[in-house]
């Protein structure tokens, strides 16, 4: 079993449209939770941390959910520029604390006019 | 600004021909990271410098070397590339210890073998 799972999709939305991403997670050790973006033959970038009481950011909202280990990602009012990549990432901390994030393969989200 | 530099963007190297790839750094972050990334997968680490300590991920083959002679720079070494090791290779940093757990990623570096 994959330490992050996500669908890979693609999600095919019209512009406009609230579209939601989830991921499952293997390891309760987990500490940290995160989506960041990817565009095409680009490096990934934060797009936002996920806190254990939720948090939003514009048009971003992420959850969690320990007891399910999973994590979700809703993006509200969907522009032609949210078309990407999401790549859920968690982080465990190790003894050395050095810390290693695990990536998901990535949801692809194409926002169509 | 400060930033993740790798350089170069695009390498093309022959079956078994070693190339060396580079990442430089501005942000004077403590640790660094080495992913490689294939289409459409996961980045996958490779290897990471916590200061000058090296760690090896277990699966990471013999074929991959590293080097950080300092603080700002790291190098991937791939001794005797196969096919299987074209992919985008991405170089990330984060200060341990510090408020955000967030990695810095610098543009990659796309490797094709012939």
């Known amino acids: 079993r994959k330490e992050v799972e996500q669908d890979p999709g693609p999600f095919n939305v019209p512009e406009g449209a609230t579209v939601a991403f989830n991921c499952t997670y293997s390891n309760s050790a987990s500490q940290s939770f995160f989506w960041y973006r990817q565009d095409c033959r680009k490096e990934p970038k934060l797009l936002m941390s996920v806190y254990s009481s939720g948090n939003e950011d514009g048009r971003f909202t992420a959850q969690l959910n320990r007891a399910s280990q999973y994590i979700s990602l809703l993006i509200r009012d969907s522009k032609l520029s949210d078309s990407a990549t999401y790549l859920c990432?968690?982080?465990?901390?190790?003894?050395?604390?050095?810390?290693?994030?695990?990536f998901g393969s990535g949801t692809r989200l194409l926002v169509r006019p | 600004d400060a930033m993740v530099i790798q350089n170069p963007r695009y390498q093309v190297t022959q079956f078994g021909k070693p190339v060396t790839l580079s990442c430089s750094q501005t942000?004077?972050?403590?640790?660094m990271y080495w992913y490689q990334q294939k289409s459409s997968q996961a980045p996958k680490l490779l290897f990471h410098?916590?200061?000058?300590?090296?760690?090896n991920e277990a699966d990471t083959p013999d074929n991959f070397q590293s080097r950080r002679p300092n603080t700002s720079f790291c190098f991937l070494d791939i001794r005797s590339p196969g096919l299987g090791d074209a992919a985008m290779y991405l170089c990330?940093?984060?200060?341990?210890?510090?408020?955000?757990?967030?990695?810095?990623f610098g543009p990659g570096t796309r490797l094709t073998v012939l």
């Open positions: 410098y916590y200061d000058k300590d090296f760690n």
């Open positions: 990330a940093t984060k200060q341990a210890g510090g408020p955000s757990n967030e990695q810095f």
């Open positions: 990432v968690v982080n465990k901390m190790p003894m050395d604390s050095s810390y290693k994030l695990i």
């Open positions: 942000l004077n972050h403590n640790v």
